[in-house]
């Protein structure tokens, strides 16, 4: 090969961006198609049905938050190569943690006291049960489905055995009004944005985990090849273990999101969010093969799906057709992606 | 002259605009084997895989036979007589040799119950054809590379080929072990199967091809044959210039201090009683054949081997075995032997895999210092002369000789006492092989020390100041670098006779 010639060289595009706009555009694909619908539904003087502030937040965002802060989470898990199904045990268990403490103290009691104990039985809990997946993981070899199988089983286990009452707080009792009406529920201009908020400081995070940390090369690295990450010097185990720890922290945050949100937990609390959590990743570009996905992906891909979701209600399609949908389009998306990866490489080869 | 067997005509084939062939027309009569030359990405394997039905060219013909063939698919190669035998080994390691062999048309009892005696005696049988004998019964994954190999002839002679084609067969094979193929393919010549023989390595294409069709930058540039077939013609051919044969620079320096003292040195079942000691400035050869323990000694010495028990020390220093931090930061490095597995991360960007090793030096404000990183990669990309389109180009879009050039990056921006290479220009082409010799010798010319591991005896006997020898695990002689030479290498390699 010669010196390129200037001209013909194919600009460089990270892989990882290409794959960002890609999803965009679905994005805005399916934003257009459901506005234009959204317009022309709504009767004459009442706003888009689809384009309104309420639609986009309480229809949208919130909903979606805690898809997408899990999500990030189990990205960063997936580009090492594994896998977390446990989060939406753990996102239970932490918002029933954080019931069972809130509810002891007064409904009036001071923002600084019920706030710190709302981050942190919740965050406590997430980051513990990460712990104990990278640790089984990482100290006894095991494969990380199985692994997070069986503490998927074990933490929603407890969170059925652990508290007094199937609901928490307790009959009777209400959670202090400084984490869920004045902070969570937090009104700003008749909205409540704050879920919205807190999955948005979770992508920032999760970029520059990615991009910007040693760790995050280190995460890419592991995913990418194990062996050579090894031969290189790096702490394989201990990058695990840091992984499933914020999947873990991520799944907590996201249980006290849905708390404060709510103003309740239940034992039955986000059963079954593990699989979207995990197709939202993957149509958000996550490799299960390890070494590739973004925060911003996650974003993405949480996103389309919210969107169908919501457009499903938009368009009054039958709800029972709902999973359907939701499955068709994680198969569309993700063959999508695979045909526009052998169509990268035919052309970088 | 026949009319002839195998016609390419006016071949073209570009991967996503990148030309791997241009309008290659090439010949080959009945029964000819036929070598095929170039450097990586003269697109000789390429050529292969066409005729194997891999790749399908976008222009041009090909005929068998006076035959026009098509080939859309492996499948129909194989139906057209076509077989290949590729250099990425492909088996089921978990399974047997005989259910391997067997693969996709396995014997059935009733319809569907596997007929187990009948496919172990079709595999026998197979094995037999080339005149091997294995137990059909051990699982593929217990095998050595050159037993696998030699189970994958099998399977290709067993489809009954009128072509074969060798892509790189002795890239992992130690010297006898080749020496064994190279017989075997003599006899299936003997049958009348005309053979395509795609390799780097000179000496055996003299020996087993009746000519060479020369290929670079992805056009056909000559065929030579018979008498023409000497090593400056065919490098000439392959780089469009005469090359100088290399004579190693640092043996002006005396050897300085000596870096590395290994004492009684055993991991049990990979090497025992191990002893010999390295100078700054030194190339130590290890020769032996595949599985002697040489890789086992390097990977214990980096820390890899939890097993291995002894005394390790580095500048008058002991070092702990078992962890390759330990080894690393006491400045030990090791180039390893499986480039794609353990060198590099294929699909991450050439800069990232530079900046590896030195990664928690890399920082700024806590964050990864991406300039500093563009600097180094920038540095070795100019120094090692890596070609790729960008440092930010992922390493599985270079050539193999320019991915080994980006895990030596690696190691030299690390920096350290000893580097330690192992099979460092296998799978390598003629052009890089050069450069990377050069690079080595350079480095222990600055003071390195440096360990070279290699199954190819020239570039051992090139490259060492002195060779140490092993044969089942034990060192089993050392030769200085007056005295070397292949013969008295391969000897101690074999066991047929002591040097002293």
Redesign the interface.
């Known amino acids: 090969?010669t010196a390129?010639v200037a001209g013909t060289?194919?600009k460089?595009i990270?892989s990882g961006l290409m794959q960002e706009v890609g999803l965009a555009v679905v994005v805005v694909l399916l934003a257009t198609i459901l506005g234009v619908y959204g317009w022309n539904d709504a009767a004459p003087g009442r706003p888009n049905t689809f384009f309104n502030v309420d639609n986009l937040i309480d229809g949208i965002a919130t909903p979606m938050s805690y898809y997408a802060i899990m999500a990030i989470g189990v990205t960063l898990v997936i580009i090492t190569g594994g896998i977390d199904i446990s989060v939406g045990s753990v996102m239970a268990l932490s918002a029933l943690g954080g019931a069972a403490a809130l509810q002891t103290l007064p409904v009036d009691a001071g923002a600084f006291h019920v706030l710190s104990l709302a981050f942190v039985v919740p965050l406590a809990i997430g980051l513990i049960c990460g712990l104990i997946n990278g640790g089984l993981i990482v100290g006894l070899k095991l494969h990380p489905f199985i692994v997070t199988l069986g503490t998927m089983s074990i933490f929603r286990g407890l969170a059925n055995v652990l508290p007094a009452e199937k609901t928490l707080p307790s009959a009777g009792k209400q959670l202090p009004t400084a984490f869920t009406t004045n902070f969570m529920r937090l009104e700003i201009g008749g909205l409540q944005p704050m879920p919205l908020i807190i999955m948005l400081i979770c992508v920032a995070f999760g970029w520059f985990y990615l991009r910007?940390?040693?760790a995050?090369?280190?995460t890419?690295?592991i995913g990418?090849?194990e062996?050579?990450?090894?031969?290189?010097?790096?702490?394989v185990g201990w990058v695990k273990l840091r992984t499933y720890s914020l999947a873990g922290l991520a799944a907590g945050l996201a249980g006290m999101v849905s708390l404060g949100r709510f103003g309740t937990a239940s034992t039955s609390t986000a059963s079954g969010y593990e699989l979207t959590v995990i197709a939202s990743a993957v149509v958000g570009g996550a490799s299960l093969i390890g070494?590739?996905g973004t925060a911003i992906g996650a974003l993405l891909g949480t996103l389309i799906i919210a969107l169908i979701e919501n457009g499903i209600i938009i368009l009054r399609l039958a709800q029972e057709y709902r999973l359907v949908i939701i499955g068709l389009a994680i198969i569309i998306a993700v063959s999508l992606d695979r045909l526009s990866s052998i169509f990268r490489?035919?052309?970088?080869? | 002259m026949s009319a002839p067997f195998i016609q390419f005509r006016s071949i073209t084939k570009t991967f996503g605009g990148v030309a791997a062939l241009t309008d290659v027309t090439l010949s080959i009569p009945r029964g000819e084997c036929h070598g095929l030359m170039g450097e990586n990405g003269a697109g000789k394997s390429t050529l292969g895989k066409i005729l194997a039905g891999i790749h399908k060219p976008e222009k041009g013909e090909m005929e068998i036979d006076g035959h026009l063939h098509v080939f859309s698919s492996p499948r129909d190669a194989l139906a057209a007589g076509v077989a290949m035998v590729h250099q990425e080994l492909a088996f089921c390691p978990e399974l047997s040799v005989a259910e391997n062999l067997s693969m996709g048309r396995y014997p059935k009892k009733f319809g569907a119950i596997l007929d187990r005696a009948k496919m172990n005696a079709q595999a026998e049988e197979l094995l037999a054809a080339i005149g091997v004998k294995l137990d059909v019964r051990s699982k593929m994954g217990d095998l050595s590379t050159a037993q696998e190999q030699i189970v994958q002839i099998a399977a290709a002679v067993g489809t009954n080929p009128r072509i074969l084609i060798f892509d790189e067969p002795t890239s992992s094979l130690s010297a006898p072990e080749a020496e064994r193929l190279f017989e075997l393919i003599e006899s299936l010549k003997v049958r009348g199967i005309t053979m395509i023989y795609v390799s780097h390595r000179m000496p055996e294409l003299f020996r087993l091809c009746d000519k060479i069709s020369i290929l670079r930058d992805g056009r056909y540039v000559g065929e030579l044959s018979g008498p023409e077939m000497t090593e400056s013609a065919v490098v000439r051919m392959m780089i469009g210039r005469d090359v100088e044969s290399y004579f190693p620079n640092h043996l002006d320096g005396a050897p300085g201090e000596i870096v590395l003292k290994v004492r009684n040195l055993s991991s049990p079942g990979r090497f025992r009683e191990v002893n010999f000691e390295l100078r700054a400035g030194e190339i130590l050869g290890f020769a032996g054949l595949v599985g002697a323990g040489r890789s086992e000694i390097a990977k214990a010495i980096f820390g890899l081997d939890p097993q291995a028990k002894g005394h390790v020390e580095l500048d008058g220093k002991n070092l702990p075995l078992g962890s390759i931090r330990t080894s690393l930061d006491a400045g030990i490095s090791l180039v390893p032997e499986d480039r794609k597995r353990q060198g590099c991360i294929l699909g991450m960007a050439c800069s990232a895999n530079i900046s590896m090793a030195v990664l928690p030096a890399l920082t700024k404000a806590g964050m990864l210092d991406r300039t500093r990183e563009k600097q180094i990669s920038e540095k070795y990309f100019a120094e090692l002369s890596i070609k790729a389109a960008s440092p930010e180009a992922p390493v599985n879009s270079l050539s193999g000789g320019n991915q080994q050039k980006v895990v030596l990056a690696k190691w030299l921006a690390k920096g350290g006492r000893v580097l330690i290479v192992d099979e460092p220009t296998r799978g390598v082409d003629v052009g890089a092989k050069a450069a990377i010799h050069a690079l080595i010798d350079q480095l222990a010319r600055q003071g390195l020390a440096v360990i070279l591991i290699s199954s190819e005896l020239p570039e051992l006997i090139n490259l060492s100041s002195r060779v140490i020898v092993m044969r089942e695990g034990r060192l089993v002689g050392e030769i200085p670098r007056t005295q070397l030479d292949q013969e008295s290498v391969l000897r101690l390699m074999a066991g047929v006779a002591s040097a002293n």
């Open positions: 090969m390129p060289r194919p460089k990270r910007m940390l040693i995050g090369r280190e890419y690295a990418g090849n062996e050579a990450a090894r031969f290189s010097g790096m702490r070494g590739r490489n035919r052309s970088s080869h």
